[in-house]
Each structure stands twice: as structure tokens, then as C-alpha cells.
Nanobody, 128 residues
């Protein structure tokens, strides 16, 4: 059974940084696409970033709203995925979720329905 546990959320002022972690258990993440999504209050869940599985090219992809500010990385040996968030803005305030899937296709990387496994989320609050 796949379990994903996010940590590292918190409150920060605009312009600050946070580093989120996602620890996976029950799987070895190497063959998985590992993604971050977020959901702000009253809004739909939206794609943030994905580290694609090595067999599919292993590239990282970002939403337009975070590209250049956020960076996703993975440590396959430690079974963890990270999201480094810099230059945070109030509009980045949301619950951030880690997601994993082994069989998603690349054209679906930004769709939350492409991922079968989810963590419980961690709150990020950015004040102006």
C-alpha cells in the first residue's frame, strides 16, 4: 500500500522560501512519476510540478505560475521528493499535496486524475 507523507509547510512572509518534503512508503519511487499539486480555499486542485519517471525521460515540468520560483527534486535512494519554493507570493497560499503514479502518460502530467496515490497535504500560508 502506497503511503505519502508531506511535511515542511508553514507560514512565511512574501518573498520568503519553504522546502516541502514528501516521504513515500510501501513503494520504491524510482519508477513513479512524483508530483506536487495544491488547493487553495474555495478553488480546484491545481498542478504545481512533476518529476517524471526515468523510464519516461526523467524531466521535470512546472505550471506557469511557479516556473522559475519552484524546483522539484527527488532522492530515489531515500524515497523522498522535495519542492523548493522561493520568492513566495500570497497567491501561493494553499494546501500542498504529494502525488504518485506508475502508469500515468506524459500528456496527462498536469491532471490530478492521472495520479492514484496522494498524501494528506501540508498547509502553506504566505502573508503580504
Amino acid at each position: 500500500q502506497v503511503q505519502l507523507a508531506e511535511s515542511g509547510g508553514g507560514s512565511v512572509q512574501a518573498g520568503g522560501s519553504l522546502r516541502l518534503s514528501c516521504a513515500a512508503s510501501g513503494i520504491a519511487i524510482r519508477p513513479y512519476a512524483m508530483a506536487w499539486f495544491r488547493q487553495a480555499a474555495g478553488k480546484e486542485r491545481e498542478f504545481v510540478a512533476v518529476s517524471w519517471r526515468p523510464s519516461g525521460g526523467g524531466r521535470s515540468y512546472y505550471s506557469d505560475s511557479v516556473r522559475g520560483r519552484f524546483s522539484i527534486s527527488r532522492d530515489n535512494a531515500d524515497n523522498k521528493v522535495y519542492l523548493q519554493m522561493n520568492s513566495l507570493k500570497p497567491e501561493d497560499t494553499a494546501i500542498y499535496y504529494c502525488a504518485a503514479d506508475r502508469s500515468a502518460i506524459l500528456s496527462d502530467y498536469g491532471r490530478h486524475t492521472a495520479y492514484d496515490s496522494w498524501g494528506q497535504g501540508t498547509q502553506v500560508t504566505v502573508s503580504s
